[in-house]
């Protein structure tokens, strides 16, 4: 006896969408074709008319990670409830590396952390120093199931920035061993002496965020850190990019034989710096800041193209408590604007398929065989998932998101499962949404109600092939 028939649904794969059942038994995928050839199952879903797509991979969440003073609103439950009803299905959080302090060790701390996930996770390995002691746990770090990495290029007065020496040899080291090294690309010295000199002409209204990291300091650090993979020959990952000038590094890179990967994320698809412009600015900090017109379409364009290959949320949710909370009010209680004083970071894991669906495919701008290479078989390639995850096709998890293409809702925080009182898409009307997710074969989200348990999640033990 199966488990679950879902009947009826058009199947969508990267290279093609067509009418077929799907047969699930005992968490995985047992058969696609016709439930006429399949024998009963304990549970029927019709998805006629509706899409039904892998279920999403997110590689970039920031859940129980304290930054900048700031604790952030989601923990590994209800970060992965959020995501479930976005038909997240499995994601990647990031260890809180120290330095001076085993990057094993965090790996272990993270993964007791994310045991209460209703969903699989991974975890990417951060690197903030390469001292002899951490860059010779990279080999049992790959062997663990980790082998993806962070490292950033710049926050130095947080304490989390790597110098070029260190990057270089989590490079070379990684090379050795199969570990695919990411950054966050900023240039620290255009980014922090533009801070410093803000401060000294008291500029310190939101928009000058942005203009403390123009797009030049992402394209440089892009340019260095694509000429180390060069040099090194190790495979490479771009987190969050933002800027038309970083893409085209990028995209030379490419064309002259590099593996360098790239994300882009829901927010520098649908948001510029005009946001900057507004009362609640600070709600829209993130690093990379948000970019111009050009940009936005830049990176649509980009995955169009297969530049860019993955979307990440870069989920990091903060009350708006938390992001004024080291603001001063004037006598009327209003925040006063100081950019140099907010936690950097906004939501994305549960709104980013709807975004996709309504900018992205209902626009024309991709296929809705795009949205299921960018969010689901890419990620899977790229971070060591797949066959495991990404695809539907016999053997593969039973992880599944159906889609209604024609129902239309308004984005509200009133609605979303992010645990704060606002939304940075609050407002906006899309066209299709993800109305059941499936996880390893349990339907854990229908009628708008989540139905899956704490502790349901795997992590997952990753190997990358690329
Ligand atoms: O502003 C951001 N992106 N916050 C999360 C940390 C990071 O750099 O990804
Ligand atoms: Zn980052
Ligand atoms: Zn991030």
């Given at each position: 006896m199966l488990d679950l028939i879902i009947k009826n649904g058009t199947v969508v794969t990267p290279w093609s969408s067509f009418k077929a059942d799907i047969a699930v038994k005992d968490s995985v995928i047992e058969a696609v074709g016709a439930a006429s050839l399949f024998g009963r199952a304990k549970r029927e879903i019709d998805a006629e008319g509706m899409y039904v797509l892998p279920g999403i991979i997110d590689p970039h969440t920031h859940f129980e990670s304290p930054f900048m003073g700031c604790k952030g609103a989601l923990d590994f439950y209800s970060g992965s409830i959020a995501g479930a009803f976005g038909g997240v299905t499995t994601f990647i959080d990031f260890t809180n590396s120290r330095a001076g302090h085993s990057v094993m060790a965090s790996i272990r701390e993270r993964r007791e952390e994310m045991s209460k996930s209703c969903i699989d996770y991974g975890v990417h390995a951060k690197f903030v120093e390469a001292e002899r002691p951490v860059l010779d746990e990279i080999k049992s770090i790959v062997e663990y199931g980790c082998p993806s990495f962070k490292m950033f290029m710049t926050y130095k007065k947080e304490g989390v920035m790597i110098d070029d020496e260190g990057m270089l040899s989590v490079m070379a080291e990684a090379k050795k061993w199969g570990g695919l090294p990411g950054v966050h690309a900023e240039n620290n010295a255009i980014a922090e002496s533009n801070v410093e000199k803000f401060i000294e002409e008291g500029r310190l209204e939101w928009e000058y965020f942005a203009k403390s990291k123009p797009n030049l300091c992402e394209m440089e650090a892009v340019q260095r850190v694509v000429l180390y993979a060069r040099y090194t020959g190790c495979p490479l990952y771009i987190f969050h990019l933002s800027t038309a000038e970083g893409l085209s590094v990028i995209k030379q890179a490419q064309s002259e034989g590099v593996k360098v990967f790239t994300e882009t994320c829901p927010h520098y698809l649908t948001l510029t710096r005009e946001k900057y412009k507004q009362k609640d600015g600070h709600l829209y900090v993130m690093s990379p800041p948000l970019r111009g017109e050009q940009d936005l379409e830049a990176m649509w364009r980009g995955l169009g193209d297969g530049s860019i290959s993955i979307i990440g949320s870069d989920d990091c949710t903060y009350s708006i408590e938390e992001k004024e909370m080291f603001l001063e009010r004037d006598a009327e209680g209003n925040v006063k604007q100081d950019f140099t004083k907010i936690a950097n970071g906004v939501q994305g894991i549960e709104a980013r398929l709807m975004l996709l669906l309504e900018e992205g495919v209902n626009k024309g701008r991709i296929t809705l065989n795009k949205l299921c290479e960018i969010t689901s078989y890419n990620p899977a390639k790229t971070f060591g998932l797949y066959p495991q995850k990404g695809i539907i096709q016999k053997?593969?998890?039973?992880?599944l998101v159906i889609i209604d293409p024609d129902k239309v809702r308004e984005i509200s925080h009133e609605t979303?499962?992010?645990?704060?009182?606002?939304?940075?898409?609050?407002g906006r009307s899309v066209k299709g949404w993800p109305v059941v997710t499936i996880h390893r074969g349990r339907v854990i989200v229908e009628n708008g109600e989540f139905l899956g348990s704490r502790g349901d999640g795997r992590f997952m033990k990753r190997k990358i092939r690329l």
């Open positions: 053997g593969s998890d039973a992880d979303l499962h992010h645990k704060v009182n606002y939304s940075i898409y609050d």
